[in-house]
């Protein structure tokens, strides 16, 4: 049997994308959490670009093979891994959905900027950004629960960790960036109480992500009203 390791770290966005993919199938995976601030030897050795995810694949015969980047690992696993499909089997619902990936990779990368930067007005254009990605989403997805209705697809676990910042953000500091998005609230809610997504994290997420915004000296959490 081929033996997966996710090697991961705990606040990443982009692990939880294969780690909700793997829950979904129901495959057996082994996740490995490194520190990225003392990325260690073993890792560098075998990750290309230095970042996580990484999923290792050991086959029968005991031969190795390592994939980087979160979208080509869950395309893998689409195509190799037992359990439900998770793509559209419509080849244009597929292609649709490959495009909306890079929004939502472009949504990740929006939300780092405003959680890690100490600029006022920075925060301000992330915060416009996001909502306009999210207002375009709005005319995209479906009455629900998921983006293509009742049947989880891939779309749901490459955006569920975007998702789920807001549970922390936005109990620090209101970011409205919701507030024109009533069915995308809906998916989001919906998306949180799946099983595969609540487990692709620690149970302490919301703690390390404080601990996180507060190393970074966050404009987030600088602004935030008294007592929050
Ligand atoms: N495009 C990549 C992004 C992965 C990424 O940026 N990972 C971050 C952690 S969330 C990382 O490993 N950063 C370490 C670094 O850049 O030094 C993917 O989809 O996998």
């Known amino acids: 049997m081929t033996h997966l390791t996710l090697i991961s770290h705990e606040l990443c966005p982009y692990?939880?994308?294969?780690?909700?993919?793997?829950?979904?199938?129901?495959?057996?995976?082994?996740?490995?959490?490194?520190?990225?601030s003392k990325k260690p030897d073993w890792f560098l050795a075998i990750s290309p670009l230095g970042r996580v995810p990484l999923l290792r694949v050991r086959d029968e015969s005991g031969k190795e093979a390592v994939l980087f980047e979160s979208?080509?690992?869950?395309?893998y696993l689409e195509e190799t891994q037992p359990g439900p499909k998770l793509h559209p089997e419509d080849a244009i619902e597929r292609a649709r959905d490959r495009a909306w990936f890079d929004l939502a990779s472009g949504l990740l990368g929006d939300i780092w900027t405003l959680e890690t930067t100490k600029d006022a007005e920075v925060f301000e254009?992330?915060?416009?950004?996001?909502?306009?990605?999210?207002?375009?989403?709005?005319?995209?997805?479906?009455?629900?629960?998921?983006?293509?209705?009742?049947?989880?697809?891939?779309?749901?676990?490459?955006?569920?960790?975007?998702?789920r910042y807001f549970e922390v953000i936005d109990a620090i500091r209101d970011t409205r960036v919701f507030e024109k998005?009533?069915?995308?609230?809906?998916?989001?809610?919906?998306?949180?109480?799946r099983p595969s997504v609540k487990n692709a994290v620690p149970k302490d997420y919301p703690d390390k992500l404080r601990a996180?915004?507060?190393?970074?000296?966050?404009?987030?959490?600088?602004?935030a009203p008294a007592g929050a």
């Open 71 to 75: 979208l080509a690992i869950c395309e």
């Open 212 to 223: 996180f915004l507060a190393a970074h000296d966050a404009y987030l959490l600088r602004q």
């Open 181 to 193: 998005t009533p069915r995308v609230r809906a998916w989001r809610a919906a998306l949180a109480e």
């Open 125 to 163: 254009a992330k915060r416009k950004a996001i909502a306009s990605k999210l207002e375009t989403l709005e005319g995209a997805v479906s009455d629900g629960p998921y983006f293509h209705g009742r049947a989880f697809s891939m779309i749901d676990a490459v955006i569920a960790s975007a998702f």
């Open 15 to 36: 692990v939880q994308r294969a780690a909700i993919v793997l829950a979904e199938k129901g495959v057996a995976f082994e996740r490995v959490d490194i520190d990225l």
